[in-house]
């Protein structure tokens, strides 16, 4: 019967057209080809009405037996070309778990806060404690209790931000808290840290902003001597800069301190020869202090004839400065990552 060679003819080129299928696109173009409803092997099918009828159970029998043995094969070869892709994606999408993970985008601390909390940590260790007070302040706490009466010139030192109440300012430095903490505390002898924002009304520039973080050191109590300040305050500078910088005091004037001075550090930079960043002189000035005027520890709650105590003013931003050697001090709050980024 001709039909069965052409039977026979259709297994054939199908199992050899199936020895090229090597992948999964090219297996389900052969499924189609040799199995689909159009397939050879399916049109004997469909022809088998036109065969004499004692021929069909054999055409019949042995168009099934191809399409079995087509059948078979594609399993056979999906099996293959299955593997085969497992195998060839393991080899392109290889993995080295030995690799080092890719670093999280983690935040940090402001290089200020960070210099803030190291200053906390230093007058820690000597007895201060943190001590917080508002950054709007009346009038009162501002100037008067610290002995800058009302139209005093000394005034003019601060440019001062008022709100539409006369009484009530934006605190132009942290002398305030010293009042705040005396009257909290006295009679007891203190030491506090008073940390926070102070606003002056003046042209910002690359050493000063209108909006500034200050520290106030305060210490009161009996038999507290220059001494004691310039100890507190030498072992502070060489703490935060290093045991090898020299620091002086130079005399100065503040209302509420009575002797006043300011603490210079040697350069940084030059180490004292002289350069760009200490215009020459070879040393940076870093903060005020002095002794609390008596009338201030009176307005505090504190006998002056009693007790004695020192005082400090600090900018942590300039400290971080002085100790990076960053020359803008707005570059602490335009927030550029590439600033940040270093600290
Ligand atoms: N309050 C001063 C200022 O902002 C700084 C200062 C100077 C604070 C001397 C003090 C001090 O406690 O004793 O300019």
């Not at 806060?113 to 009162?140: A, I, K």
């Not at 570059?331 to 590439?338: G, K, Q, V």
């Amino acid at each position: 019967m001709e039909i069965l060679d052409e039977l026979e003819q259709i297994r054939r080129d199908g199992l050899s057209a199936l020895q090229s299928v090597t992948d999964e696109p090219a297996l389900e173009a052969w499924r189609v080809a040799h199995l689909g409803r159009s397939a050879p092997v399916m049109q004997v099918f469909s022809r088998m009405g036109q065969a004499a009828k004692e021929q069909r159970p054999i055409i019949g029998q042995a168009a099934n037996q191809v399409k079995l043995a087509l059948e078979a094969a594609l399993a056979e070869t999906a099996q293959v070309v299955k593997e085969a892709a497992l195998q060839r994606s393991l080899q392109a999408e290889r993995l080295d778990v030995s690799l080092p993970g890719r670093r999280p985008v983690q935040g940090r601390l402001h290089i200020e806060t960070q210099t803030l909390r190291e200053m906390y940590r230093v007058f820690g260790e000597m007895g201060f404690q943190v001590y917080r007070s508002p950054d709007v302040e009346s009038d009162d706490n501002n100037f008067t209790a610290l002995n800058i009466p009302a139209h005093h010139p000394a005034r003019d030192m601060w440019d001062t931000f008022y709100t539409a109440n006369p009484s009530v300012l934006l605190r132009t430095h942290t002398s305030p808290g010293q009042i705040r903490a005396m009257r909290q505390f006295a009679p007891d002898p203190i030491r506090v840290a008073l940390p926070g924002m102070c606003y002056r009304y003046e042209q910002a520039g690359a050493r000063k902003d209108i909006q500034f973080m200050q520290v106030e050191l305060l210490a009161v109590g009996y038999n507290i001597t220059f001494g004691d300040l310039k100890g507190t305050l030498r072992d502070f500078a060489q703490r935060m800069f290093g045991e090898r910088l020299r620091t002086r005091l130079r005399p100065s004037y503040f209302p509420f301190t009575e002797p006043s001075a300011e603490m210079d550090v040697e350069c940084v930079i030059c180490h004292g020869k002289g350069c760009g960043v200490c215009k020459g002189s070879g040393w940076l000035e870093i903060m005020g202090c002095g002794m609390v005027h008596p009338v201030v520890l009176q307005n505090g709650g504190y006998d002056p004839s009693r007790f004695t105590g020192f005082a400090a003013g600090m900018g942590p931003g300039r400290i971080a400065m002085l100790r990076h050697a960053i020359e803008d001090i707005r570059s602490l709050y335009t927030n550029d990552i590439r600033f940040l980024e270093q600290f």
